[in-house]
């Protein structure tokens, strides 16, 4: 019954408009304009906490650990140095010179002096460029729309 509504040659203007009203929702809901850049930190302007945007951490004597999709503590020693503990259960990834190896796995702890650099991963999302890429769709849509509003008015016969 439902479907034989659908189907129905009176209402598929309005079947158009739904499916492209249906379009629209599902681009605005998956398209984000989002970029994301790597920046180096010094590692002292880090507060205490987890985090999970540290990166790599770049030590003083060259070696880079890979902490992408790792947990990271920042906890505060007793003599009131900071240490970075990498929570992790897997083998964690060093690379020193060209020699990739992976050094044991568990938590693993760096003091705040062995480290050179902290490169952080910032996520942000571009609201003009969505917008745009959003509005240029609709506009785009609407002529569309248009064109198959002038053509179901045209082939229909007049005088009925």
Known sequence: ???NKINNPKINFYRVILNCFLVIVYMSNYSGCETTSLYNVPPGDLNTGSTAEIKKI???NGTVIDCA???IMIEREPDSSLVYVILTDEPVNT???GDQKAVK???VRIPEKDIRALTM???GS???TTGLAVGGFLVILALIIALIAVGNSMSQPWGN
Request: hydrophobic share 25%; proline share 0%; aromatic share 10%.
């Open 126 to 128: 571009n609201s003009t």
């Open 121 to 123: 991963e910032n996520m």
């Open 95 to 97: 690379k020193s010179g």
């Open 58 to 60: 770049e030590l003083k």
């Open 105 to 107: 796995s568990g938590n």
């Open 69 to 71: 999709g790792k947990l």
């Open 1 to 3: 019954m439902f479907y």
